[in-house]
């Protein structure tokens, strides 16, 4: 079992930034991909960046959604277990909760969220 807290989450106005936080309980010694998804009130949730942990000869492979790109930054500290969120040129339609995710597959899948964070951006 793997738990994730998020933390960074608040009330921002438009063009400000933010960075979000989410450690994991424990570290896990396998490849492994974390990521932010977003939920805004009425819509589904949607991915907005993922990070993969990298292996011995390869480094960490990056994914972000076309409407983030180039404003937000994902990033990861494997040995804190810990996966940030830079964002910035925060927009009103970027206010959502927003939730961390660690898959992995070994032998089964494995997947796990975090309780979301809030984030609001007002114009």
């Known amino acids: 079992q793997v738990q994730l807290v998020e933390s960074g989450g608040g009330l921002v106005q438009a063009g400000g930034s933010l960075r979000l936080s989410c450690a994991a309980s424990r570290s896990i010694f396998t490849l492994n991909t974390m990521g932010w998804y977003r939920q805004a009130p009425g819509k589904q949730r949607e991915l907005v960046a993922t990070i993969t942990s990298g292996g011995i000869t390869s480094g960490s492979s990056i994914n972000y959604a076309d409407s983030v790109k180039g404003r937000f930054a994902i990033s990861r500290d494997n040995a804190k277990k810990t996966v940030y969120l830079q964002m910035d040129s925060l927009k009103p339609e970027d206010t959502a909760v927003y939730y961390c995710?660690?898959?992995?597959?070994?032998?089964?899948?494995?997947?796990?969220w975090g309780q979301g964070t809030q984030v609001t951006v007002s114009s």
């Open positions: 995710n660690l898959r992995w597959s070994l032998g089964q899948h494995y997947d796990y």
